[in-house]
Nanobody, 113 residues
């Protein structure tokens, strides 16, 4: 059974940083591309970033380029999202996903003063 467990969300002031983690199990993590997707209140889902299985290919949404960094540690079966210079519009639930079928439970990120 595929399991994805996110952590690291919280309340942060504008300009602050957070690091999200996603612990994966139940599949061959090192063979799977992974993504971070977010859902803001009243807005459509947005794929924030995607990383290929060995980390050679990475893409970001324009809204987070230059501020967010996706990475992975295949030895630890863990996906990361380093978020810097956070803005109020980054407030959302952040999900770790494997393809379109497997999602974690999400972690809330709130950016507010």
């Amino acid at each position: 059974e595929v399991q994805l467990v996110e952590s690291g969300g919280g309340l942060v002031q504008p300009g602050g940083s957070l690091r999200l983690s996603c612990e994966a199990s139940g599949f061959t993590f090192s063979s799977s591309a992974m993504s971070w997707v977010r859902q803001a209140p009243g807005k459509e889902l947005e794929r924030v970033s995607v990383i290929t299985s060995l980390g050679a290919g990475i893409r970001y949404a324009d809204s987070v380029k230059g501020r967010f960094t996706i990475s992975r540690d295949n030895a630890k079966n863990t996906l990361y999202l380093q978020m810097n210079n956070l803005k109020p519009e980054d407030t959302a639930i952040y999900y770790c996903t494997k393809g379109v079928v497997n999602w974690g439970q999400g972690t809330q990120v709130t950016v507010s003063s």
